[in-house]
T-cell receptor, first 112, second 113 residues
Framework: LAKTTQPISMDSYEGQEVNITCSHN???????ITWYQQFPSQGPRFIIQ???TKVTNEVASLFIPADRKSSTLSLPRVSLSDTAVYYCLVGSPSGSARQLTFGSGTQLTVLP | ETGVTQSPTHLIKTRGQQVTLRCSSQ?????VSWYQQALGQGPQFIFQYYREEENGRGNFPPRFSGLQFPNYSSELNVNALELDDSALYLC????????????FGPGTRLTVT
């Protein structure tokens, strides 16, 4: 199983772009990178998933370098409502369900 | 399209008792996973059900058991409750094609006293 490392916490101000990096040095060839967002007392919400280069949706962008040993979740122009815990997961989409492991995540706090 | 729902929202039980938590999966989803989330921690995978069969289990003792029904709804049963079982229990459903693209319910907050 690919182990992931994320910063424990980050602070940002409203309107800024936020980049959260996840390290996954032992990522396997078939592994994808997935990010979730979780607000207090709610279940995590799927944000974005990618395999290589760049993926963008209406919420975020995911940048993955050629060696795939890290990835960066980019949130454009954050607002107070983006304050949440962000989790990075790495694993094969067709792999065992035992891979479904969340780390401690990154607590993002957006300040006014 | 109905999202994932869980019941009850909150529950208080005494050590040694048994509890059943329920989950209705999102329409069209045949896979359900259960997670335990302690305060300040990420969700920990308990087990997953795919078309009524257990399809993977995390490091939880046998007193954590589950069921998935023909309509793909699911139950999590915990016997002989311990104080450390106090947590938010999350259910997530998916269509079984992409392991990580799951849709979570709001959770059940279990307190064991």
């Amino acid at each position: 199983l690919a182990k992931t490392t994320q910063p424990i916490s980050m602070d940002s101000y409203e309107g800024q772009e936020v980049n959260i990096t996840c390290s996954h040095n032992n990522i396997a060839t078939n592994d994808y990178i997935t990010w979730y967002q979780q607000f207090p007392s709610q279940g995590p919400r799927f944000i974005i998933q990618g395999y290589k280069t760049k993926v963008t949706n209406e919420v975020a962008s995911l940048f993955i370098p050629a060696d795939r040993k890290s990835s960066t979740l980019s949130l454009p122009r954050v607002s107070l409502s983006d304050t949440a815990v962000y989790y990075c997961l790495v694993g094969s989409p067709s792999g065992s369900a035992r891979q479904l492991t969340f780390g401690s995540g990154t607590q993002l706090t957006v300040l006014p | 399209e109905t999202g994932v729902t869980q019941s009850p929202t909150h529950l208080i039980k005494t050590r040694g008792q048994q509890v059943t938590l329920r989950c209705s999966s999102q329409s069209g989803h045949n896979t359900v996973s259960w997670y335990q989330q302690a305060l300040g921690q990420g969700p920990q995978f308990i087990f997953q059900y795919y078309r009524e069969e257990e399809n993977g289990r995390g490091n939880f003792p046998p007193r954590f058991s589950g069921l998935q029904f023909p309509n793909y709804s699911s139950e999590l049963n915990v016997n002989a409750l311990e104080l450390d079982d106090s947590a938010l229990y999350l259910c997530a459903s998916s269509d079984g094609k992409l392991l990580y693209e799951q849709y979570f319910g709001p959770g059940t907050r279990l307190t064991v006293t």
